[in-house]
């Protein structure tokens, strides 16, 4: 599993170095204004049901299925069950995004509420939104594709996916917006490019292994209903972050002008150890527990996770330590513009700092839900995702008001947290996980790695108003000797602590 990890970390890294050019090229062509606050909430909410049906709850419904039928049944019927899948979730779809164009500025309204005393920042995200909504359709299928990719160990090709979602979106917005009376507007056109350029891009791919759909509407069929009645419950449980995140955008809404904007630039810079980390992880290994579980090797299945929960702890502390003392330098040296002053790297590093307190709960959630949905269990994921949604709505009116922005990244934090303890403590009294030896050294040699990288990078990190006042040339090598010596420090402590590069390579250290 190590090898097909590093691919889809590998990719995935691509493509978010890739997300951090995009969102620079954003900040300074357009800044923290009222045209990108429009625009986040266009992109947001096509995003957001990408993630819940898509890449969440459609996903996590349909790779264990498709494993089954992968490994009990011959090719004939494993196509046909394709092809079924397919036509379905593609009637839905298209349904689904002909009711988003028309209902544009409802929906709009729905999510960015804020929105409605100003006729023309509502205008503005109803017309992207139309051009955004469509993305909805050809990801969902690109995500069909990626899972049949993955279930036959064809992790690269969905993980290099998204690089072609930030090359749309880059080249609309230097080459397109100037064009265009409104020129934010060209970023969602880049959207919708992407969309039908992703998909057609994994086509080539789903030939080789002779499994490209043909698209047959049966929702009556029995994997097609099995996928349904698992997805139901999925729709919350796998996508609670996600909707932490949007109620965060519709409180935003009625704060003052770049609140959503500032969120919205410290959860991309969240998003990126998240992506290398938590969905490389997620990607990987629902695969491996479906197949456990399908051979029933519960010792295998176990094993899994506990290799997937050790990474999470070796990479993913370094990273939420580096993303909180690092914070302000990397949104100035990414994001600071003539449109992006001072004071919005100010706010926004509030939030990411907020956010990063989250990071080893967030990733914590990618590993341990499909624990869950491997075995089919879809419905104790949502009695905890409602939960911790009823507990981010309790925080997020109690921490915006003395933190305003920040308290509504800090909220998700929390309930991300609540989650991942919830999602734990049910695998451990289930006895489905259980834990190998050697935790307790491993837990002492992190935190002490961990400790030495914090002081190393406060230490190098000083005040913020050392960074906002700077050159951008200056910024970017300072930026990359605190990111290369942390690392460094951090993995040379590792190894003098005794880890090795095998102990990467299985679970037991």
Known sequence: MLKSLAKVGSNTLVSRVLGFVRDLVFAHLFGASAGTDAFFVAFKIPNFLRRLFAEGAFSVAFVPVLTEYKEKRGFDQLKLFIDHVAGTLGVVLLAVTLLGIIGAPVLVMIFAPGFIGDPEKLTLASDMLRLTFPYLFFISLTALAGGILNSHDRFGIPAFTPVLLNISMIGCALWLSPMMDRPVVALAWGVLFAGIVQLLFQAPFLIQLKLLPKFKFAPKDEGVRKI?????????????????????????????????????????????????????????????????????????????????????????????????????????????????????????????????????????????????????????????????????????????????????????????????????????????????????LLLLRAVAASSLLALVLFWGAGALSEWTTTTTVEKVWRLLGLVGGGSLVYFAALWILGIRLRHFRSSSV
Do not use: C
């Not at 929960?309 to 993303?323: H, Y």
């Not at 907020?354 to 949905?373: D, M, N, Q, R, T």
């Open 228 to 440: 349904g009645r698992l997805m139901l419950p999925a729709l919350f449980g796998v996508s609670v972050t996600q909707l932490n995140l949007l109620l965060d955008t519709l409180i935003a809404s009625f704060l003052v002008t770049g609140s959503i904007s500032w969120l919205y630039y410290s959860d991309r810079l969240m998003e990126f150890p998240l992506g290398v980390l938590g969905v490389a992880l997620g990607t990987v290994i629902l695969p491996s527990l479906s197949r456990t579980h399908a051979t029933e090797s519960t010792d295998g299945f176990s094993h899994t996770l506990d290799w997937g929960l050790r990474w999470v702890l070796l990479l993913g502390t370094p990273a939420a330590v580096g993303l909180f003392l690092l914070s302000g330098p990397m949104i100035s040296t990414l994001f600071q513009s003539n449109a992006f002053s001072a004071e919005d790297v100010a706010m926004a590093q509030k939030s990411l700092m907020a956010y990063s307190l989250g990071l080893v709960p967030f990733i914590l959630i990618k590993v341990l839900a499909p624990g869950y949905y491997a075995r089919q269990d879809t419905r104790t994921p949502v009695r905890i995702a409602v939960i911790a949604m009823a507990a981010n709505m309790v925080m997020n009116i109690v921490l915006v008001f003395p933190l305003a922005h920040a308290g509504l990244a800090l909220a998700t934090t929390l309930s991300a947290s609540l989650n991942a303890f919830l999602l734990f403590r049910g695998l451990r009294r289930e006895g489905i996980y259980v834990p190998q030896s050697g935790w307790a």
